[in-house]
Every structure is written in C-alpha cells, then in structure tokens.
T-cell receptor, first 115, second 113 residues
Framework: DGGITQSPKYLFRKEGQNVTLSCEQNLNHDAMYWYRQDPGQGLRLIYYSQIVNDFQKGDIAEGYSVSREKKESFPLTVTSAQKNPTAFYLC??????????????FGPGTRLTVL | AQSVTQLDSHVSVSEGTPVLLRCNYS??????LFWYVQHPNKGLQLLLK??????LVKGINGFEAEFKKSETSFHLTKPSAHMSDAAEYFC???????????FGSGTKLNVKP
C-alpha cells in the first residue's frame, strides 16, 4: 500500500529532552511538509522540503530542525528550545514541485506530550 | 499574499438536513482550492479540489463545492448530513509554483440525530 507513515503515534517527552518524529512516504513524492496543529488554530507550517538535501523554514520553525537525506524520509526533531511542544504533528507530501493543483497527502499524525 | 477565512468555527445540523461550510480566500494568483476533512486524532483526507476546470466540483461522500471568483468563495455543501460526517473541515489555498498551502482555521461540524 502506498502512503505516508508517521511514528510513533503517541510520544511523551520530559522537559529539556530532544525528540525525533519520523515521517516516511513511499509515494515517490518530491515535496514534504511538517505541520503543527493546536486546538482551534488550524495547521501551522514548521518546515518544508521540495527536494533532497534542501529545506525551508515555515512560519513557526523556531525550536525545530529537519533533514532530508532521502527522498522518502523527512524526520522532525523537536528540540529543548521549543518552549511549548505539546501538540499534534502532521507530515504531508505532494507529488510534483511547481504544479499548483497538487493536493497534499497526509500521514496519520503524532501526538507529542511534554510531561 | 494568500489567506483563507472559514467563516464559522462550529456548525451544527440535524441528520438528513443540508450542510453548508463557508470559505473565503484571497489570492494573487489563479488559485487552487481544496477541502479536507479530519476525524479526531487522524490525518487529513482530501474531499475535493478546484483546479480551474469546472467551477462546481464534486467530491467524495456526497460533498461538493462551488468556486465563485467574483465572491472569492469556495463553500462546501452536502444535501443531506450523515452522522459519520461529524468531523473538522479545512479549506486550503495553494500558492502557485511554490507548493505552499494556506489553511483556514477549520470548521467543526456536529451532526445531531
């Protein structure tokens, strides 16, 4: 089955710890994205990548880092510098860079809770 | 700059009655517009998309939306609500060649028996 997988589904972190959220896609999509979702605020873009070994900051990149070493993988690290990391994190991908009618395909999400 | 406004944060309907979820957008380009649905603690699923072809777009599960350029609107409708339609719905605008997407703040649909 083709799709986007995110792991783990639930993640608990102690304050001061870095954690990495996994996102893998087998759709051969070029672009990948990370969003943060908080109640009543919709989705906010953290980072996105249009090609391997390249990525751009989104609207709320502070306290987060990413890498794109492989086309199919786009892990997100939540660092201790992120002051309020408790949220639902969604990974997405789109097929082709530069085509405005591309829709995004979403993973099932990871819920991160800071204890 | 692109922006999306979902005019209602919550909508409540009775099962079997029509659904209307409102979305207005601003765009510097000819926009691509999307509606997604999200059930609790799940990812987003595409309902339908507008890509400059027919202005009336049909999607999955009986939903449809009409693109009205003069009103900069892309409202989502369904003739008869089902209990399984209870979820959160997001209107999304795509920005041209940069593969960036702008999300509305979401509308939670409640369906009463």
């Amino acid at each position: 089955d083709g799709g986007i997988t995110q792991s783990p589904k639930y993640l608990f972190r102690k304050e001061g710890q870095n954690v990495t959220l996994s996102c893998e896609q087998n759709l051969n999509h070029d672009a990948m994205y990370w969003y943060r979702q908080d109640p009543g605020q919709g989705l906010r873009l953290i980072y996105y990548s249009q090609i391997v070994n390249d990525f751009q900051k989104g609207d709320i990149a502070e306290g987060y880092s990413v890498s794109r070493e492989k086309k199919e993988s786009f892990p997100l690290t939540v660092t201790s510098a992120q002051k309020n990391p408790t949220a639902f994190y969604l990974c997405a991908s789109t097929p082709n860079v530069g085509l405005s009618y591309n829709e995004q395909f979403f993973g099932p999400g990871t819920r991160l809770t800071v204890l | 700059a692109q922006s999306v406004t979902q005019l209602d944060s919550h909508v409540s309907v009775s099962e079997g009655t029509p659904v209307l979820l409102r979305c207005n957008y601003s765009s510097s380009y000819s926009p691509s517009l999307f509606w997604y649905v999200q059930h609790p603690n799940k990812g987003l699923q595409l309902l339908l998309k507008y890509t400059s072809a027919a202005t009336l777009v049909k999607g999955i599960n009986g939903f449809e939306a009409e693109f009205k350029k003069s009103e900069t609107s892309f409202h989502l409708t369904k003739p008869s609500a089902h209990m399984s339609d209870a979820a959160e719905y997001f209107c999304v605008v795509s920005e041209g060649n940069f593969n960036k997407f702008y999300f509305g703040s979401g509308t939670k649909l409640n369906v009463k028996p």
